[in-house]
C-alpha cells in the first residue's frame, strides 16, 4: 500500500501541471539555496576550528609542561614522569622561547625566538606540511646557526632562504634585574613557513636549541617540555593528569586551552549562527507549504476520484506528506552539493585573496570543512520543517470529499 501512495504522490508532485508548469521549482531551488547557506556557514566554521586545532598541535605539541621554577634539572627524569603518568605519550623535546628584535633594511619589529631540540623537533611538531620556501634543515653555515621564519616576518622584510638576519637579545643583568644589556647574534635563514595563525607568521623564528641558550646565555636551562600524544583529542584529558603528577611546580597547559577563548567564541558563533541562517530554511519550508496548498486546491478533482476508488483520510494525508518530504530530501541533497561547492571555492579564494582578514580572525589559512554531524542536524532540521509545514495543505487535503472535489473540479 505504501507504495501505491509513493507512486501515487510521484506521479501528482512531478506532473506537468504541478511541477514543471506550477511554483515547485521556485519552491525547491529556494529550499536548496537555504540549505547551501546553512552547509558553507557551518563548514567555515568547522574549518575554522580545525586549522585553529591543526596549527596549535602542529606547531606547539598536544600539551606544553613549562616549568614554574629557574633552576637546573634532568629534564629526562621529568620525561620518565611524564612517560609513566601517560603511557600514550609518543615524544618529548625541550623548548625555549625569548623575545628579540629583527633588524633589517631599516626596520626593527619585536619577535619571539622559539628553540627546540633539532633531533626531536620533528617528533612533536609537524612543519613538513607548512614548507613554503626553502628547507626545514637546521644545519648551521659554520658558526652561523640556523633558523626559520613564519612567512609574515619573510613578506615584510624580504627574506628569503639563504639571507641572514641579525636578532638582538636583552639580556638582565646578574646584580640588578631590571638592567639589560644588549646582545647581537646572526642567524641564517634556512626556510620559509606558514605557522598557521596570523600573529606566529608576523613574530616567529624557530631554531635549535642549543644556539638560542648560548645567546641568551642561559646555559643549559629550559622553559619547558613540548608534548605529543598519540591523539590530539584527548589533549585536555592527559593535560589535567599531568598537572596533578607534576604538581605546583609545572604549569600544564593543552592546544586547546592555550586559545581557550577563541574556541569558546567559534563554539557560540556556531550555534548562533546555525539558528539565524535556518531562519532561510524555514522560509523555504513554507514557500514549499504554499506550493502543495495550491497543488492541492488545483488537484481536487483528482483527490475526489482517488477518493471514490477508496482512498481513505489517512492515505490521502500521507500522500501529500510524503510531497513534503520528498521535496525536503531533494532540497537537502541539491543544497548540500551547492554547499560543498560553496565551501571548496571559499577554501580557494581564502587561499588566494584572504577573503578573511588573518589580523581579524587570527587564521590566514582556513580548509572549510563540512562535518557529518552538522550534515546530520541540517537533515534532521531541513526534512523535519519541510515535514511540519506541508501538514496543512495535507490535511486540507485529506478532508476533502469526493463530492466536493467534483463540484470545484
Known sequence: MMKAEAW???????????FVGGSAPLSLVGLCLGVASLVAAMGVMSGF??????????VTGHVQVIKR???????????????????????????LRVEALLARAGRIQGVFLQSVD????????????????????MEPDGDVPA???????????????????RLVVPIADAIDPEKFRRKMGE???????????????????????????RLAETGDRYQGLLLKFQDAERARESGFRLSQQLGIGYYVA???????????????ERVVIFFVVFIIVVVAAFNVASTLFVNVLRRTEDIALLKALGLSTKATLRLFSLQGLAIGVAGFIGGTALGWLICQAFTFLQGRFQLMSGAVYKLETIEASVRG?????????????CFVATFAPAWRGSRLTPTEGLRNG
Open 147 to 165: 633558523v626559520l621564519i613564519g612567512r609574515g616576518i619573510a613578506s615584510k622584510f624580504q627574506i628569503k632562504p639563504g639571507d641572514r638576519l
Open 49 to 58: 576550528e580545525r586549522s585553529l586545532q591543526q596549527a596549535m598541535s602542529d
Open 254 to 268: 593543552d592546544w586547546r586551552e592555550m586559545n581557550e577563548y577563541l574556541f569558546e567564541a567559534v563554539k557560540l
Open 69 to 95: 621554577t629557574r633552576g637546573q634539572d634532568d629534564w629526562r627524569e621529568l620525561e620518565d614522569k611524564i612517560k609513566k603518568a601517560e603511557p600514550e605519550l609518543v615524544s618529548s623535546a625541550r623548548f
Open 187 to 213: 642567524f641564517i635563514v634556512r626556510g620559509t613557513v606558514d605557522l598557521g595563525k596570523h600573529d606566529w607568521n608576523e613574530r616567529f623564528l624557530l631554531a635549535d636549541l642549543a644556539p638560542v641558550q
Open 8 to 18: 501515487i504522490a510521484w506521479k501528482l508532485l512531478f506532473s506537468r501541471k504541478t
Open 373 to 385: 554531524s552538522d550534515l546530520a542536524v541540517i537533515a534532521l532540521a531541513t526534512i523535519g520543517i
Open 118 to 137: 633539532a633531533d626531536r623537533r620533528d617528533q612533536v611538531m609537524n612543519l613538513r606540511s607548512r614548507l613554503v620556501a626553502g628547507s626545514l634543515s
